[in-house]
């Protein structure tokens, strides 16, 4: 019986990708189903100076800091991103990202326009960014209600902010509409995998072909 040859493995650099889309558009939900598909991808961990809430873990959901190391990490540079919500901190850190890059290892992000745009601006090179659009905005409210989280208020509320966050979708480089959960899935694992394969990220690349030249 013929056995195919192993792929050929050739050094890269990781990617950073990001997924931006209103509540309720199917972000989540991708995220979770590519974390669970691909093993080179990993969920990047933000630090917040709230307090955990009840199951959540150290480490795993969040790293809980002071005020005071926030302050101090935003100072010296240490966030790729970062923001306020209601008096509490949110942001990456940088060192970790940077080592899963240099190791091959892709990041990926639940964060909004603002983070996006603040990752653009240092690590541009880097990222990926995918923006996730609802078929129309009736089924965009139906799936808020039908989440059961919310109240009606809440809703509402979640309905008028996506007005504004879909007003950035231009600034990303691909635009997903989820109108079928698995079709989208594929489609943001064909994007994963194209922007795996681009030279620049393709670091062994230069060693062989001149090894490969080398021997012609």
Request: with cysteine.
């Amino acid at each position: 019986m013929n056995s195919k040859p192993e792929a050929l493995k050739i050094a890269r650099r990781g990617l950073l990708l990001v997924l931006s889309s209103p509540s309720g558009a199917g972000k989540t939900t991708l995220s979770r189903r590519l974390l669970e598909s691909d093993a080179a991808i990993t969920m990047s961990v933000s630090v917040t100076t709230r307090e955990p809430r009840e199951g959540e873990e150290d480490g795993k959901d969040y790293h809980f800091i002071s005020h005071d190391r926030f302050t101090a990490m935003r100072q010296q540079g240490e966030l790729l991103e970062s923001a306020e919500v209601f008096g509490n901190g949110y942001g990456t850190p940088r060192k970790p990202v940077e080592a899963w890059l240099e190791n091959g290892r892709d990041v990926l992000f639940d964060i909004d326009w603002q983070g996006t745009q603040q990752i653009h601006a240092k690590m541009r090179e880097d990222l990926v960014r995918v923006f996730i659009l609802p078929p129309s905005a009736e089924e965009l409210r139906e799936r808020l209600i039908k989440r059961a989280q919310d109240s009606a208020a809440v809703v509402a509320k979640r309905m008028a902010e996506a007005s504004n966050e879909i007003s950035h979708w231009a600034e990303y480089d691909y635009v997903l509409i989820n109108d079928d959960i698995d079709r989208c899935e594929r489609d943001l694992e064909h994007i994963l995998e194209a922007e795996r394969m681009k030279r620049q990220r393709r670091v062994g690349l230069e060693d062989f072909v001149s090894g490969l030249r080398a021997k012609l």
